[in-house]
Each structure stands twice: as C-alpha cells, then as structure tokens.
Nanobody
Framework: QVQLVESGGGLVQAGGSLRLSCAASGSIFSINHMGWYRQAPGKQRELVARITRGDSTNYADSVKGRFTISRDNAKNTVYLQMNSLKREDTAVYYC???????????????WGQGTQVTVSS
C-alpha cells in the first residue's frame, strides 16, 4: 500500500505565508514527479506546481514568483512554500506523486486527501 499525507494548511491573512508538506509512505521503490494541485469551490482542479526527481520545476502563471516547490527524496516528501498569499489562492490543495511500487515495479499516480487553505482579506 502507498499513501500520501498532507499537512500545513490553514487560515492566513492576505500577504501571509504557509508551507504545505506531503509525505509518501508505504511500499515505495522510487518516486518520479511530485506536484501540487488546487481546487476552489465551483472550479476545476488545476496544477499549481510540479517537480521532477531531478528537481526541474514548473508553476502555474498565477503563482510564479510567490510559491516554491521542493522535495526531499530521502524523506519521500514534497513541500510547497506559499508567500504573498492572495484571497484567490483559497482552495483545497492536493498533492500527487507518480510512484513506482515495490511489489510490481510499475508506476501509478497517487493523490493525497487534500488540505484546506483559506486566505482572508
């Protein structure tokens, strides 16, 4: 079994910062890309940031210069540092990861359960 567990969401004032974490655990052989998505009420889930195993990154235009994605391969963890938060960043944030399972050596995309980020004015 493999699971992703997110933490770090919460309520913050506009202009503030939050750091999200997502730890993968279970029968993991290796992890390819990891990423963060978000879904606001009434909107589709969208990519926020993505990082490859080699630390190449890409970001949604709306968060460039404010958010930073990073990963710790030794801990199977991905982070999202969010600075200069805006009200429009309010959403449920989900992490995902393309994980090669130990038992099959095949990869599969896993999702976390989501963590709420609310930015107040």
């Amino acid at each position: 079994q493999v699971q992703l567990v997110e933490s770090g969401g919460g309520l913050v004032q506009a202009g503030g910062s939050l750091r999200l974490s997502c730890a993968a655990s279970g029968s993991i052989f290796s992890i390819n890309h990891m990423g963060w998505y978000r879904q606001a009420p009434g909107k589709q889930r969208e990519l926020v940031a993505r990082i490859t195993r080699g630390d190449s990154t890409n970001y949604a235009d709306s968060v460039k210069g404010r958010f930073t994605i990073s990963r710790d391969n030794a801990k199977n963890t991905v982070y999202l540092q969010m600075n200069s938060l805006k009200r429009e960043d309010t959403a449920v944030y989900y992490c995902n990861a393309n994980i090669v399972r130990s038992w099959s050596r095949t990869d599969y995309v896993y999702w976390g359960q989501g963590t709420q980020v609310t930015v107040s004015s």
